[in-house]
């Protein structure tokens, strides 16, 4: 099973900063990575696929690079609405495995 | 608009069965592999199980292979999932998802909101 480490655990951004959040693979998972954002209560939402194809509707402030085995979700400028818990979730062992990442808490400083 | 409503959610106890649904509107449901994916309180996410399209291919994860079964009714646009021999540790919420299924592409463009299953004594 291909395991994917998120970091850090939680991040501390103020508003208007950038958030560089990352996801390392055990082994190479091509492009075949997907971002999500999950707020507290809420279902996850779909933010990005192939590493770096932001999904409809996503703000341009969203971007994610890499692939093989490391990944990464950067948010240029924090807005208030961005402060969740964001999932990596890798497709690329598919079938037959799904997996996720632990996740990075994205909190106000 | 897609919409993904999951119930069935609930106490049970360990040992115990339960069956979820998930009714989907807003698409052609019959085009689209179905998921399960749960949450664990407190926890990240884990996928589950999938169904394609005619149901012509189920996956589980090792957690879950051999108590959970994944099925669907393209007729009533509804995915099921039937647990038996509950644990503790399946104490989640658990969220319906579609797959967005192209070439190597697999991942969940929408979601339901999610039901809670609570296994305890």
């Known amino acids: 099973e291909i395991v994917m480490t998120q970091s850090p655990a939680t991040l501390s951004v103020s508003p208007g900063e950038r958030a560089t959040l990352s996801c390392r693979a055990s082994?190479?998972?091509?492009?075949?990575l997907a971002w999500y954002q999950q707020k507290p209560g809420q279902a996850p939402r779909l933010l990005i696929y192939?590493?770096?194809t932001r999904a409809t509707g996503i703000p341009a402030r969203f971007s994610g690079s890499g692939s093989g085995t490391e990944f990464t979700l950067t948010i240029s400028s924090l807005q208030s609405e961005d402060f969740a818990v964001y999932y990596c979730?890798?497709?690329?062992?598919?079938?037959?495995?799904?997996?996720f990442g632990g996740g990075t808490k994205v909190e106000i400083k | 608009e897609v919409q993904l409503v999951e119930s069935g959610g609930g106490l049970v106890k360990p040992g115990g069965s339960l069956r979820l649904s998930c009714a989907a509107s807003?698409?052609?449901?019959?085009?689209?592999?179905m998921n399960w994916v749960r949450q664990a309180p407190g926890k990240g996410l884990e996928w589950v199980s999938s169904?394609?399209?005619?149901?012509?291919?189920?996956y589980y994860a090792d957690s879950v292979k051999g108590r959970f079964t994944i099925s669907r009714d393209n007729a009533k646009n509804s995915l099921y999932l039937q647990m038996n021999s509950l644990r503790a540790e399946d104490t989640a919420v658990y969220y319906c998802?579609?797959?967005?299924?192209?070439?190597?592409?697999?991942?969940?463009?929408?979601w339901g909101q999610g039901t809670l299953v609570t296994v305890s004594s």
């Open positions: 998802a579609r797959a967005w299924e192209l070439q190597e592409d697999y991942y969940f463009d929408y």
């Open positions: 169904i394609s399209s005619s149901s012509s291919y189920i």
């Open positions: 979730q890798q497709y690329n062992n598919w079938p037959p495995s799904l997996t």
């Open positions: 082994q190479s998972v091509s492009s075949n």
């Open positions: 807003g698409f052609t449901f019959s085009s689209y592999s």
């Open positions: 192939g590493a770096s």
